[in-house]
Every structure is written in structure tokens, then in C-alpha cells.
């Protein structure tokens, strides 16, 4: 059996079934399952366990915590005894928020996440962001680095600047992510699974080319193969 590939599954899946059966079926072939914000609020803990079942998979639980630096360090605190391997929280709250976030989970990486992707250059502009969405991101991402984050999420369209910014030590996670023909769905800033890694990606969120494919194990390892001519598993 190969090394599992850098890619984080979304089970962005409408009940704990589902999400517990994609598991299963990507788990030999991909490093990290993704719990997102519908999936943990409708199932709640329980949700984790579901999802690792016996193999020992990375969790990533995608709750992107955003408000004040004691209420986030006390929400970090609550997730941390579930051992999430990644905890999203926004850069955009700040570096106390940020900090409280990483003192409450020691066992935790926390990632914070710099630009959503489902956002464009237009919407970044409407909500107060000026210039191109790369100056944003890199901003944010020295200012969580420099609270402790230890890994960022950021598009694959800014990963390589990011990378410049924040060197090799912080993991870098890149959502946005589709196979070459897959539909962009509500993604604006996207790139190929190859491109990203290219870039200088650690870990890759990718869901529905996964998901939502006859087979997702047969669909999961397709990408995970393709990934391994780009970047052997193992090297830097």
C-alpha cells in the first residue's frame, strides 16, 4: 500500500452515514478527512470518532472560529480533547484571538485561514480589501504566524507568495482545489491538484471531485497517483 497522498477529503455529506462510509473508502489513499461546519453542528462530537474510525486518519475540523480572543480560547479549548489534528480559525480576527486559539489547543495545530476562496478580487473590494488578494493573504499570514499559528490556509492562486512570506516550517493547506474539467462549484480563486502542490502546498482540501464521483476511494487514489509524479510522498 502507497503512503497516503497530502489531501484533506471534505465529507461535506448530508448525514453521519455518509461522511463515516467516504471515510472508509478515501482513508488508504489520502492523509486527512475534513469535518466542516454543518457536519460538526448537526452531529457534534461524535462526529469525530465517526470519521477516524480504527485507522488513525488526520482530522481536520474546519470550524473557522472568528470572535473575541476568550471566547475562541475557550470554543479551541472545548474541541481540543476530540485531538483534531488542524483547528481553522480567521486571521482576520486578529493576533490575540489567534493566540488564545493556539494556548488552548497544544495538541492541536491551528490553521488559520487568510482569504476565503469562494471569494473574488470584486467581493474582497465590497467588503473593505483593496489591491490584489495576494498583498491580503500575505499580510495575514505573518500576522497569525507571528501569534503562533503553525499552519495557514490560503488559495493555491497565493500559496507560492505565502510560502515566501512565512517559510518552510508552516504548513501551508490549500482548499480551491479541482482536477483538471471538474467544475469550480462556489470556488473563485481555484487551481489543479498538480499546480497547488507544485506551488509549494502541503495539503490539499478537495471534496465534491472526490465525493461526489461514483467511487470515491477509485476517485481518491486517482489524484493521489497523479500527485506522486508531481511530488514523490516523502519529499520536501
Known sequence: MSTPAPIAVALDAPDLETAARWAGLVTPHVSTVKVGLELYLRYGPDVIASVRGASGVQVFLDLKLHDIPNTVGAAARAVARLKPTYLTVHAAGGPAMVRAAVEASPGTRIAAVTLLTSLSEADLREVGIQGPPVDAARRMAAVAVGAGAQALVCSPREVADVRAEVG????????????????????????????????GADLLVIGRPITGAPDPGAAAAAIAAALRRVRPVGTP
Open 168 to 199: 518552510p516550517e508552516i504548513t501551508l493547506i490549500t482548499p480551491g482545489v479541482r482536477p483538471a474539467g471538474a467544475e469550480t462549484q462556489d470556488q473563485a480563486r481555484v487551481a489543479t491538484p498538480e499546480h497547488a502542490l507544485a506551488q
